[in-house]
């Protein structure tokens, strides 16, 4: 079946600017994770999602980091004013449920390049 | 906080040898064990977890891992590399009890380069 994906697959915007990620989970699955890959920090955990709730946004860098969930299907990650700290791979992943242990599937990521 | 630590940045082996690379956690409580791994412009994939009973766990493509919880480790093996295990390799936790939220932690990957 389809996996999770994820839009777009690249972008690269000026300083300032606002962008937004897109993550489409796998059908079915309530449980969404949003993490940041950087050279030099690893794969950070952002925040979650269990249906259109997020418990828990104290991953999020900084206040210009916003995220959404509708409808327990897609997920948006806002960044407002980008900064060039914020250049790394977005990944998206969801699995069955909520909790530990439950396989996460992980989309192919965004690209986010600050200039 | 919990930490996971893989001391191995890059390894390079030729084909045929032996592989195992090192995952040490900090933490407390029970969790969960995992390693992934990212082919070279692929997405993350599952290569094995442990959640409970034998610490020793298969996983696909003839990898393995040791759990042990004395040491806090989880390192991965493989008794005889192919070129195609070229990728990067995470090792990753999470909270092992079921009202935990899942959210992994990972370590900071471990690049493996196979010689053919």
């Known amino acids: 079946g389809a996996g999770v994906s994820q839009s777009p697959s690249n972008k690269v915007t000026e300083k300032g600017k606002d962008v937004e990620l897109r993550c489409d989970p796998i059908?079915?699955?309530?449980?969404l994770y949003w993490y940041r890959q950087s050279l030099g920090q690893g794969l950070e955990f952002l925040i979650y999602?269990?249906?259109?709730?997020?418990?828990?946004k104290s991953g999020l860098p900084s206040d210009r980091f916003s995220a959404e969930r509708t409808g327990g299907s897609v997920s948006t990650l806002t960044i407002q004013r980008t900064q060039q700290e914020d250049s790394a791979v977005y990944l998206c992943?969801?699995?069955?449920?909520?909790?530990?242990?439950?396989?996460?599937?992980f989309g192919p990521g965004t690209r986010l390049t600050v200039t | 906080a919990q930490s996971v630590s893989q001391h191995n940045h890059h390894v390079i082996l030729s084909e045929a040898a032996s592989l195992e690379l090192g995952c040490n956690y900090s933490?407390?409580?029970?969790?969960?064990l995992f390693w992934y791994v990212q082919y070279p412009g692929q997405h993350l994939q599952l290569l094995l977890k442990?959640?409970?009973?034998?610490?020793l766990v298969k996983g696909i493509k003839g990898f393995e891992a040791e759990f042990i919880k004395s040491k806090f480790s989880f390192n991965l093996r493989k008794p005889s590399v192919q070129w195609s295990d070229t990728a990067e390799y995470f090792c990753?936790?999470?909270?092992?009890?079921?009202?935990?939220?899942?959210?992994?932690?990972f370590g900071k990957g471990t690049k493996l380069s196979v010689k053919p």
């Open positions: 992943a969801s699995s069955r449920q909520r909790g530990d242990s439950y396989e996460q599937y």
């Open positions: 059908s079915g699955h309530t449980a």
């Open positions: 999602f269990q249906g259109n709730s997020a418990p828990d």
């Open positions: 933490y407390g409580g029970t969790v969960n």
């Open positions: 442990y959640f409970s009973g034998d610490p």
């Open positions: 990753a936790v999470n909270e092992g009890y079921g009202g935990s939220q899942g959210n992994l932690i």
